[in-house]
């Protein structure tokens, strides 16, 4: 069913998410026929991992997959950091948040952060929705790539105005 590529497909590329099994659900874009697949052998991988599919209808697709638990969202919403370092002294900066999910997102700065990984951090931010509602999140720094920082949040659940959004 499957064969690995290595370059980005041309045409529509389709995300399967790997569950806590370490299975796959293909869904072919064609006739809507699914079947699950082992894909364990691909859950440590650090590169992007693209497969051609062809399913018993004949349709041959492409997928991309996905190795995050929640589904990120695209975002351009803009807000603010603040971090208490070792000193004890207070540091605030502006972020541009990118992409965010049920547990964490991902924010560029301006210039190389001075916290580190591990780092707990204050994000307040504007959501575009309707209200420009207001949400202040406590987060762990799980990585950061030059002015790239992705953040885990500490409370996962969301009833308030993120959950709506993140649910819309």
């Given amino acids: 069913m499957t064969t690995p590529t290595t370059h980005p497909p041309a045409e529509e590329e389709h995300r399967v998410f ?7 659900t293909f869904i072919c874009p064609s006739c809507d026929k699914g079947v699950i697949r082992d894909l364990n052998a691909f859950t440590n991988t650090d590169s992007a991992v693209r ?6 209808c004949g349709n041959v697709y492409r997928v991309l997959i996905e190795r995050r638990r929640h589904f990120r ?9 603040s971090h208490r370092a070792a000193t004890g002294q207070p540091t605030k900066g502006l972020v541009k948040i990118l992409d965010i999910s049920r547990s964490g ?3 560029s700065v301006n210039s190389m952060p001075e916290f580190e990984v591990g780092s707990k951090l204050t994000l307040e931010f504007t959501l575009d929705d309707k209200d420009r ?3 202040q999140e406590v987060c762990t720094v799980r990585r950061i790539q030059s002015n790239i920082v992705g953040v885990e949040f500490e ?14």
């Fill in 18 to 24: 790997i569950n806590d099994r370490g299975e796959g």
């Fill in 51 to 56: 497969l051609k599919c062809t399913c018993s």
């Fill in 73 to 81: 969202q695209h975002a351009k919403l803009v807000g603010m950091f």
């Fill in 105 to 107: 997102l991902k924010f």
């Fill in 133 to 135: 509602s207001q949400v």
């Fill in 155 to 168: 409370n996962l659940d969301h009833y308030g105005k993120l959950g709506q959004y993140l649910f819309r």
